[in-house]
């Protein structure tokens, strides 16, 4: 099997369904897709349904956090190529037929990432991935991970990303490529590879949060990846920038959140061991089988 396509979904019905759809529509119809499911309850199966005598699909469950659904469905993947689709992403029909002939060409790639659709950004010029523009080449969902990566690098840091249960709301898949990096694979951000995804509208209070905790984990990563303090400062200088032209433009709002960033970078960064929290009762759904591969973080 050529892909195996890991989603971890929580609360999301009909972006789930778009992205099903996405899958179906594909050109390449080698893969398949594994559901990691940390509802407490069973919304998803009406959901699921139409699509078990489509293509292989795996539904399985696991407790709450992205980077521990992923983990989960590692566990269960049989693919050549693995990748992390969000529930609330979508694929253009082609998008594996192209990253399959991107890997038969240039087999000394170990993994490569396309852009998060049009109108972002990011570079239009592909380029290989290293450690100091790893932040804006690749994110989990743009990611195409050869298997014998990801059998080498391990499991993602569970203390990172959405649902981890500590202050670090993102960079679990940045963190994921510098360990990757360290160990000398080759990754490539190849642009023409486009991957869809919501960006929905927030009320103030929530986009503040979302961006303190964002920051909080990129952050951490810095910390994790042992990069410089020069560097730290640096990748807070933009955020500052954007507050200081926030107050001037009398956007105050805009310089809350900018400065909210600044001060999460800096907060990740400077932290020191951090607990997770306890999961919710309703979130300790089983986990996905007994079968994990021993893969320990770095």
């Known amino acids: 099997m050529k892909f195996s396509l890991i989603t971890t979904t929580l609360g999301r019905t009909h972006e789930l369904d778009r992205l099903l759809a996405s899958i179906d529509a594909q050109s390449c119809r080698d893969f398949e897709l594994i559901v990691v499911d940390q509802n407490a309850n069973d919304i998803l199966a009406p959901i699921l349904a139409p699509y078990h005598d489509r293509f292989p699909l795996l539904h399985i469950r696991s407790a709450k956090g992205a980077s521990r659904g992923r983990n989960a469905g590692i566990a269960h993947a049989k693919g050549d190529y693995i990748t992390f689709p969000d529930d609330d992403c979508w694929y253009p029909p082609r998008v594996l037929e192209h990253v399959v002939a991107l890997f038969a060409m240039h087999p000394e790639w170990d993994g490569l990432s396309g852009r998060p659709g049009r109108g972002s ?178």
């Open 121 to 298: 950004r990011w570079s239009e010029r592909p380029c290989r991935i290293g450690r100091w523009n790893v932040w804006k080449r690749a994110i989990e969902w743009t990611l195409f991970l050869r298997r014998e990566l990801v059998e080498h690098v391990g499991d993602l840091n569970e203390n990172l990303g959405p649902g981890a249960g500590t202050p670090f709301g993102a960079g679990e898949g940045t963190e994921y490529l510098i360990r990757a990096l360290a160990m000398n694979f080759h990754l490539s951000y190849q642009p023409g590879i486009e991957v869809f995804h919501e960006n929905p509208t927030m009320e103030f209070e929530e986009h503040l949060e979302k961006s303190r905790r964002y920051a909080m984990g990129q952050g951490r990563v810095l910390q994790l990846g042992k990069y410089p303090a020069w560097y730290a400062m640096y990748q807070s200088m933009r955020p500052l920038a954007g507050a200081t032209i926030g107050l001037l433009r009398r956007e105050p709002r805009k310089a809350v959140v900018a400065l909210a960033v600044v001060q999460g970078i800096i907060g990740g960064w400077s932290a020191g061991t951090v607990k997770t929290r306890p999961q919710p009762a309703e979130a300790a759904l089983p986990l996905a089988g007994q079968r994990r591969r021993q893969m320990s973080l770095q």
